[in-house]
């Protein structure tokens, strides 16, 4: 809680505090050291006054334990507080009351990848003050402690017969909100050894309850134990009528929804300067990038300023919010037996006593109240690893007097041993109004935080005129350094191979020949090779290792066992007859074997076409006389596809193929020309079985029976 947490002298300076510091400066969001985290409840407790001081035989600790020794207990236990332990510090200076508290819930803050941060949080506050109150106008109408009980014994009264008292400029006022919080902070610079990082917030502040009293000139003069003459009269009273909350019917609903009390904003800004004169050795590389260790703290020391909770609310409730001023700057106005104040039972008896009291009242059923602004400067120093002292001033940037709630200013000095789990620290406090100096302490352990800015007088003073106490639950994500085990530069989290120290390009595995092919996927681990050809040699780079290549000094193709194949046929160029047409295997390469057939006088006798007579096959019924057969590789409706693929053929594959149209259709048609006779289309059919021309065209090739 913003002004609360100057309030928590030690916590906020905690780099493990979370949401709490970030109340107290918003810019402590960036490069923070969570990558998440959450308070999911805390509570804060603050009292402080200058009027009534607690005062016990024995250390305050003691006596809420009832330890008391032998000698203890002869007091009247009806009243043990008022009549035998509160005293009244009456030295003729004004009094004043400072009371706070806040619990909030699930408040969370992320980190952003550039340190930039956000976070939102649910509070809810509420603040009460009484200030400037002279000493004789609180007697006016207090009894003495002593003679609580004793209804006509007035002490304090008969000593102020007769006098004029004039009540300055006292006030008084309570204020209780729900607030939703809303920040942001970045870094706005850093270069070298320079650090600054900036915060804005935005609330939104739902009115749980408001009311104020402020006084302009008011002065009386007491004229009996209880009638007084008002000779100036000039205030302001707002409140909400306490029907409405005490209300049995009331639901939460209400102060939420359409028929809440009021609502406001409420704006925070703060910037940290911090002095880093080793940041460069936070950096470090892993998995090919350089890394910031943003799980610890850089700076030597640094400074910072806040302003927080600077808002309003305006309660504007028809039904509950009431503003009564009063405007009677020199009338006399009695009035008489004042001590039937004590049977008003609402907030409908006090105005019915203003309306009959005072003539010039001005009525309202709306007004503002402002929320606790307050200034915030630090500074924190380390004084070696893990140790630290810090300062803080808070100053309230509102007035006692008037609309608004504020705490006391109050300087702190404390010393700290931190680290990501414990922190502990003592703080000393100087204030007014609250024993003047305190020592405090401050314990954060694990997930779990306490503390409390008087230790000193509740555990061993015997007196105390209020008290402080905080404590909560944070669930942290903390920001941490990549882990490396095997010191390869691999994270252990992206390391293949994590106890292992191998290289960025095996994924932190081991590879001993350096070839970028780690060792368990090595065929080859002691000889240099290369992925595509799993960590092997390959001489002649053509994909197929030397270990495998029948051909390991010249370039060739992995289906012929990394020989050369000219035309492509599967046959390396050593063993094929025809090394620049794609012919058959089986033919040694060529299309077909070589029809000699020489007679006795060694002369070639004609060849005739067994393949018909001894080979049935499809073609025996073609009637070339009636038909033209076309073998087709492909058919475009646009001549550019069908150019592309005869270039293709061409390059590739060394097949040479035309461009065929037929009459009435609208086809280019890639053809390795007309077969005429039936040798003609044996020859052409298997150019076309050729494996490497199947795989070109994925199996696309036909022929195309066309009418002569």
């Known amino acids: 809680m913003q002004l609360l947490a100057q309030r928590q002298n030690s916590m906020v300076a905690d780099n493990y505090a979370g949401y709490t510091s970030l109340q107290f400066n918003p810019a402590n969001l960036a490069d923070s050291r969570f990558r998440f985290n959450m308070n999911v409840v805390g509570f804060k407790t603050h009292l402080q006054n200058n009027y009534v001081q607690l005062e016990t035989p024995h250390s305050i600790y003691?006596?809420?334990h009832w330890k008391w020794d032998s000698t203890f207990g002869t007091q009247n236990f009806d009243y043990p507080f008022k009549e035998s332990y509160l005293t009244e510090r009456l030295n003729g200076n004004d009094k004043y009351v400072y009371a706070s508290g806040s619990v909030n819930a699930f408040c969370m803050q992320f980190a952003l990848k550039d340190k930039a941060g956000f976070s939102f949080g649910l509070t809810t506050k509420a603040y009460a003050k009484v200030s400037n109150i002279p000493e004789d106008g609180l007697k006016t109408f207090l009894q003495d402690f002593d003679t609580i009980g004793n209804m006509t014994t007035k002490d304090h009264q008969s000593r102020l017969m007769g006098q004029t008292i004039n009540l300055g400029k006292s006030g008084a006022s309570a204020l209780a909100y729900q607030q939703y919080g809303l920040k942001y902070a970045f870094v706005a610079h850093e270069k070298k050894d320079v650090q600054i990082k900036v915060g804005l917030g935005l609330d939104y502040n739902i009115g749980l309850y408001g009311g104020y009293y402020r006084n302009n000139d008011v002065e009386y003069t007491l004229t009996g134990i209880d009638t007084?003459?008002?000779?100036?009269?000039?205030a302001e009273i707002a409140y909400i009528n306490p029907e409405y909350v005490a209300d049995p019917g009331r639901r939460l609903n209400d102060y939420f929804g359409g028929s809440r009390l009021g609502r406001g904003l409420g704006i925070n800004a703060g910037v940290v300067y911090e002095h880093r004169p080793d940041a460069k050795s936070y950096k470090y590389k892993m998995n090919r990038k350089t890394y910031e260790d943003l799980s610890e703290n850089k700076y030597d020391w640094k400074v910072a300023a806040s302003i927080v909770d600077f808002g309003?609310?305006?309660f504007t409730n028809g039904a509950a919010a009431r503003r009564l001023k009063v405007s009677d700057p020199s009338k006399d106005t009695a009035w008489n037996n004042f001590n039937d104040a004590q049977y008003w039972t609402?907030?409908?008896?006090?105005?019915?006593?203003?309306?009959?009291?005072f003539d010039d009242v001005e009525r309202d059923s709306s007004f503002r109240m402002y929320t606790p602004a307050t200034l915030n400067l630090s500074a924190d120093y380390k004084i070696k690893n893990n140790v630290y002292v810090s300062a803080s001033y808070s100053q309230s940037l509102m007035r006692n007097k008037g609309k608004s709630v504020k705490m006391p200013n109050v300087l702190s000095v404390s010393p700290r041993y931190e680290s990501k789990w414990l922190t502990v620290a003592m703080p000393l406090s100087f204030s007014r109004y609250y024993n003047v100096v305190n020592w405090g302490a401050y314990l954060r352990g694990g997930v779990f935080y306490v503390g409390t800015d008087n230790l000193g007088g509740f555990f061993t003073g015997k007196k105390t005129n209020g008290l402080n106490l905080y404590a909560g639950f944070n669930w942290p994500i903390h920001h941490k350094k990549l882990e490396d085990m095997d010191g390869d530069g691999i994270s252990d989290d992206e390391d293949q191979c994590p106890s292992m120290a191998g290289t960025r390009y095996t994924n932190g595995c081991p590879d001993a020949d350096g070839d970028k092919v780690a060792d368990d996927e090595?065929?080859?681990?002691?000889?240099?090779g290369s992925k595509r050809t799993k960590g092997c040699p390959d001489s002649d780079e053509d994909r197929v290792a030397d270990k495998d290549d029948k051909c390991p000094d010249v370039f060739g193709d992995k289906n012929t066992a990394g020989c050369p194949d000219t035309d492509g046929d599967?046959?390396?160029?050593?063993?094929?007859?025809?090394?620049?047409?794609?012919?058959?295997?089986k033919y040694k390469g060529c299309i077909e074997s070589p029809e000699e057939d020489l007679s006795s006088s060694g002369e070639k006798s004609n060849n005739k076409d067994k393949t018909s007579n001894e080979n049935p096959s499809k073609f025996d019924t073609w009637d070339f006389d009636t038909y033209e057969y076309w073998p087709?590789?492909?058919?475009?409706?646009d001549i550019r596809w069908a150019e592309e693929l005869q270039n293709r053929l061409n390059i590739k594959l060394r097949v040479t193929t035309t461009i065929k149209t037929i009459p009435g259709v609208s086809k280019y048609y890639i053809t390795l020309g007309e077969a005429r006779t039936l040798k003609e289309a044996i020859v052409i059919q298997k150019i076309?079985?050729?494996?490497?021309?199947?795989q070109e065209l994925n199996g696309t090739l036909w022929w195309k029976k066309v009418k002569k």
């Not at 007084?228 to 000039?234: A, E, N, Q, Y």
């Not at 090595?522 to 240099?528: A, F, G, L």
């Not at 046959?571 to 058959?584: E, K, S």
């Open 522 to 528: 090595d065929e080859c681990p002691n000889d240099t």
């Open 570 to 585: 599967g046959v390396h160029d050593g063993i094929d007859n025809c090394p620049t047409v794609a012919g058959d295997q």
């Open 62 to 64: 003691e006596f809420l």
């Open 688 to 694: 076309l079985d050729i494996p490497v021309v199947n």
């Open 228 to 234: 007084l003459i008002f000779h100036k009269s000039d």
């Open 312 to 314: 309003f609310i305006n």
């Open 632 to 637: 087709v590789l492909g058919a475009y409706n």
């Open 346 to 357: 609402n907030i409908d008896n006090i105005d019915t006593f203003i309306n009959t009291i």
